[in-house]
């Protein structure tokens, strides 16, 4: 299983990015995605997280009306729409991959990407 992320980069304070995370070696439509952070001398954090049906999703306190994450099962990628970037929202984003999960903002998935680096300027 291989979680490939993208799209990360240097952006003003106000600014938009969009990551993306292409998945290859599994089923994709069958997993559970989601996307967590860490930020330099910080634990990780949950970010977002979307049901394998697409039909559910689960935002963290902190990025919730700006940040929307979505997923396109014919093209195994999951993405994430980041808007109204804070200088705090800066971190390397990963996205992770698991069947079936209970509690979805639990650092615990089976799968996980490289991580892309966002910094946001103020």
């Known amino acids: 299983v291989q979680l490939q992320a993208s799209g990360g980069g240097l952006v003003q304070a106000g600014g938009s990015l969009r990551l993306s995370c292409a998945a290859c070696g599994l089923t994709f439509s069958s997993y559970d995605m989601a996307w967590f952070r860490q930020a330099p001398g910080k634990e990780r954090e949950f970010v977002a997280a979307?049901?394998?049906?697409?039909?559910?999703?689960r935002y963290a306190d902190s990025v919730k009306g700006r940040f929307t994450i979505s997923r396109d099962n014919a093209k195994n990628t999951v993405y994430l729409q980041m808007n109204s970037l804070k200088p705090e929202d800066t971190a390397t984003y990963s996205c992770a991959a698991d069947l079936s999960r209970v509690v979805v903002t639990s650092a615990t998935y089976r799968y996980w990407g490289q991580g892309t680096l966002v910094t946001v300027s103020s």
């Open positions: 979307i049901r394998r049906s697409a039909g559910s999703t």
